[in-house]
């Protein structure tokens, strides 16, 4: 049996376009690989640009770490401060308001006697004048 002749030409097309493909590509690649190489320098000086700006940003958050313990401790050191300073007031306004108490306690009771004085004297002017005559 012989092989018919289309199937030939077929087999032989498709061979030469696998080897035109293989040849495109292994030129393909020679590019890629011209363009790797072309590329690493600039990659290697965008890494040192990387790892200085990570340095910096490293020392930036130490600085600013520092600086927030600082603020945090400076403040509660106000704090603590504030809170003796009105601790203290607390306990200096009531012994002010016990003592303000038993004056505004006394003044009632001064009141209250001059109001009875007052009444005492009213009264005894106010009795008739037999009553005086009887006492003597």
């Excluded at 940003?57 to 050191?77: L, M, N, Q």
């Excluded at 009632?108 to 009553?131: G, R, Y």
């Amino acid at each position: 049996m012989e092989i018919p002749a289309i199937w030939l030409w077929v087999s032989g097309a498709f061979f030469l376009l696998g080897a035109l493909s293989y040849l495109a590509m292994i030129v393909l690649l020679g590019r890629l690989i011209g363009i790797v190489r072309e590329l690493k320098p600039r990659v290697e000086r965008i890494s040192e640009r990387v790892e200085a700006i990570s340095a910096k940003v490293d020392s930036i958050a130490d600085t600013a770490k520092g600086s927030v313990e600082r603020v945090g401790s400076t403040t509660k050191g106000i704090t603590s401060s504030i809170d003796g300073l009105v601790s203290g007031t607390t306990g200096k306004m009531q012994q002010i308001t016990s003592v303000l108490g038993i004056l505004m306690t006394g003044y009632q009771l001064f009141q209250q006697v001059q109001s009875m004085k007052a009444k005492t004297a009213k009264s005894e002017k106010s009795k008739p004048a037999h009553d005086a005559e009887v006492d003597d």
